[in-house]
């Protein structure tokens, strides 16, 4: 599943970014973290991620785990209407987030928010574990409520 990330960590020498179609990488169940550090990762880009689904809030929180010197984090959310949410809420709010290493963390980027508390949960964690961020930029598509 993590074939290419798992033995080869020195390639993703500066930007890793996983495309819309990443339903392969998360297909059979993902680890809490990379058999193997991606340590020279500096750069994080994650397209059409549903907060809404248990496999891609696993993978996302994988990679945060797995990525202790990335220095950017750009996420575009995609809203999955047919998925029910709450499996991937009792999930996040079961994480452990003191075990994100983001300490080199300055910049996220967070695109096509709803306001879903997945989504409030999600950045809640983010900003307790990032002690150099120096810029969140959110863009939301409606008003950032917490209601769903």
């Known amino acids: 599943m993590f074939f290419i990330l798992d033995f080869h960590p020195y390639l993703l020498t500066k930007s890793l970014y996983f ?13 809490e973290r990379l058999a193997t550090a991606l340590i020279y990762l500096k ?27 990335v ?23 079961a994480q452990d987030s003191s075990d994100l290493n983001l300490n080199q ?15 409030m949960h999600f950045i809640k964690a983010l900003l307790e574990n990032v002690p150099k961020l120096e810029t969140l930029e959110i863009d939301s598509i409606g008003e950032l409520n917490g209601d769903s």
């Not at 750069?43 to 010197?69: A, G, M, Q, W």
């Open 105 to 119: 963390l300055v910049k996220v980027k967070l695109e096509y928010l709803n306001g879903t508390e997945n989504e």
């Open 19 to 31: 495309p819309p179609n990443k339903q392969s990488l998360v297909a059979g169940g993902v680890s």
């Open 43 to 69: 750069h994080l880009k994650l397209s059409y991620v549903s907060l809404d689904v248990l496999s891609e809030v696993s993978f996302i929180l994988c990679l945060l785990r797995s990525s202790p010197n």
């Open 71 to 93: 220095k950017t984090i750009e996420i575009s959310f995609f809203h999955e209407q047919r998925v029910d949410a709450s499996l991937a809420y009792k999930f996040l709010v």
